[in-house]
T-cell receptor, first 110, second 115 residues
Framework: TQLLEQSPQFLSIQEGENLTVYCNSS?????LQWYRQEPGEGPVLLVT?????EVKKLKRLTFQFGDARKDSSLHITAAQTGDTGLYLC??????????FGTGTSLTVIP | ETGVTQTPRHLVMGMTNKKSLKCEQH?????MYWYKQSAKKPLELMFV???????ENNSVPSRFSPECPNSSHLFLHLHTLQPEDSALYLC??????????????FGPGTRLTVT
């Protein structure tokens, strides 16, 4: 089983603060995705990273893929209440195989 | 809007009922998935279809029966479910991004309650 561990599991911060969420594995992935999920809805794809060391920015969100393609991080700058949700990472390899992380539940307090 | 739709969005059924969940993707993808998401648990992969053939079945009880009539449609037929089957059922489709790298797109889910 190619398990992805996310940390922290829960995070509660004030609006305007910065935060980082981590996704770690002992397995190598050809690509890694980050999703945000709101209660009662499906996960929404935020980004896909495919190259070791790759950094992608999506407005206030910065995603990094580890050099060895085993881990990733998501950094949010100046968090807003709209960032509240469950953040999931998922690694994929050859074929249509996806391995999901345990999730980080983020609450941004106004 | 994700391009993957699911119906119904909410379903309440008794343990003796038979119902079906429907998923449709409008993205031209060739792989589709069913996941189960229970409270405080990671996403559980149930079934994978690639080019309309089932390629993975993760030891799912036979009371769940998938059907993929074409690359755009996926069904999950339910019968004689148990209360512990109550969960959010998510459908997804995927495409290759570049060189064996894939990304998935999810539908909004069906919230199933078994009474």
């Amino acid at each position: 089983t190619q398990l992805l561990e996310q940390s922290p599991q829960f995070l509660s911060i004030q609006e305007g603060e910065n935060l980082t969420v981590y996704c770690n594995s002992s397995s190598v992935f050809s690509s890694l995705q980050w999703y945000r999920q709101e209660p009662g809805e499906g996960p929404v794809l935020l980004v896909t990273v495919v190259t070791g060391g790759e950094v992608k920015k999506l407005k206030r969100l910065t995603f990094q893929f580890g050099d060895a393609r085993k881990d990733s991080s998501l950094h949010i700058t100046a968090a807003q209440t709209g960032d509240t949700g469950l953040y999931l990472c998922a690694g994929s390899n050859t074929g249509n195989q996806f391995y999901f992380g345990t999730g980080t539940s983020l609450t941004v307090i106004p | 809007e994700t391009g993957v739709t699911q119906t119904p969005r909410h379903l309440v059924m008794g343990m003796t009922n038979k119902k079906s969940l429907k998923c449709e993707q409008h993205l031209g993808h060739n792989a589709m998935y069913w996941y189960k998401q229970s409270a405080k648990k990671p996403l559980e992969l149930m079934f994978v279809y690639s080019l309309e053939e089932r390629v993975e079945n993760n030891s799912v009880p036979s009371r769940f029966s998938p059907e993929c009539p074409n690359s755009s449609h996926l069904f999950l037929h339910l019968h004689t479910l148990q209360p512990e089957d109550s969960a959010l059922y998510l459908c997804a489709s995927s495409q290759e991004v570049v060189g064996n790298s894939y990304e998935q797109y999810f539908g909004p889910g069906t919230r199933l309650t078994v009474t």
